[in-house]
């Protein structure tokens, strides 16, 4: 099975903060990973940096046979990787004043060049698929966030992604709209979009991952199937970060 990300010994730093330590991680085609750990351990910025938002200092990072070069050069591969790679973020970051309808079909036609007809065909087609179809003319601001998010899974989706990253993508929700987005990302999984995903919903990592990777103080310490990292950790770290975040 070939690899759609492969990262070897990547390091990041914040000035003198060292945030990603000697990282090796790949993920293959139509696997879902997902990525636990305390916050500020380095997850978010991890796969910020699978798609070139942060740069890293040493290393080697390679998605979807693009390299991504240390501190951020190869602009080429960039633009290549930013159109393969869809990201949903925390806060929807959906454009205000454009419509449902605009927020999904700018990219493909501004990014792509494709048609406005075929663009809006797709975008209706993604908001029926999401569980959205009536809300195409309405504004953000005049849906939920559970509704908002979907908006911007969809918008990354009509993009036709060979890879779907999610930086936490529930957290901002309130409890009752978190379902509703992990439906859609369930969706995704089975019918085998390749993810990488960081999340604090326990559940739904033992349910939907293929592999489960335990990030602390920016190093990977553990990884494996749900239910061995889940039920039977090695490492003692990941003993104690799942007996706090397990005891509710």
Do not use: W
């Not at 938002?53 to 070069?69: F, H, K, R, S, T």
């Not at 918008?155 to 509703?180: H, N, V, Y």
């Amino acid at each position: 099975m070939s690899s759609i990300v492969n990262i070897q010994g990547m390091n990041k730093y914040f000035g003198d903060h060292h945030v990603l330590k000697d990282i090796d991680l790949t993920v293959d085609a139509g696997e879902v990973v997902v990525i636990i750990g305390a916050s500020g351990s380095g997850k978010s910025t991890l796969i910020r940096c699978v798609n070139g938002l942060e740069e890293y200092q040493q290393g080697a990072l390679e998605v979807d046979g693009q390299a991504l070069a240390v501190n951020g050069g190869h602009q080429q591969a960039l633009n290549i990787i930013r159109q393969e790679v869809g990201m949903v973020f925390q806060q929807f970051n959906l454009f205000p004043h454009l419509t449902v309808l605009e927020n999904i079909t700018l990219a493909p036609m501004k990014v792509k060049g494709i048609a406005a007809q075929q663009a809006q065909e797709t975008a209706h087609r993604l908001l029926e698929r999401v569980g959205i179809g009536n809300q195409a003319q309405k504004y953000p601001t005049q849906l939920s966030g559970g509704q908002q998010q979907r908006v911007a899974i969809a918008r990354s989706l009509a993009m036709e992604p060979r890879l779907m990253l999610f930086d936490e993508p529930t957290s901002a929700l309130d409890p009752e709209m978190i379902g509703e987005v992990l439906d859609v990302m369930r969706e995704l999984a089975s019918e085998g979009m390749t993810m990488m995903v960081v999340t604090h919903e326990m559940g739904f990592a033992r349910e939907v991952a293929h592999r489960v990777v335990y990030v602390h103080e920016g190093c990977i310490v553990e990884e494996g199937k749900p239910e061995d990292v889940f039920d039977r950790p090695q490492n003692e770290r990941t003993q104690a970060f799942l007996s706090r975040v397990l005891k509710h």
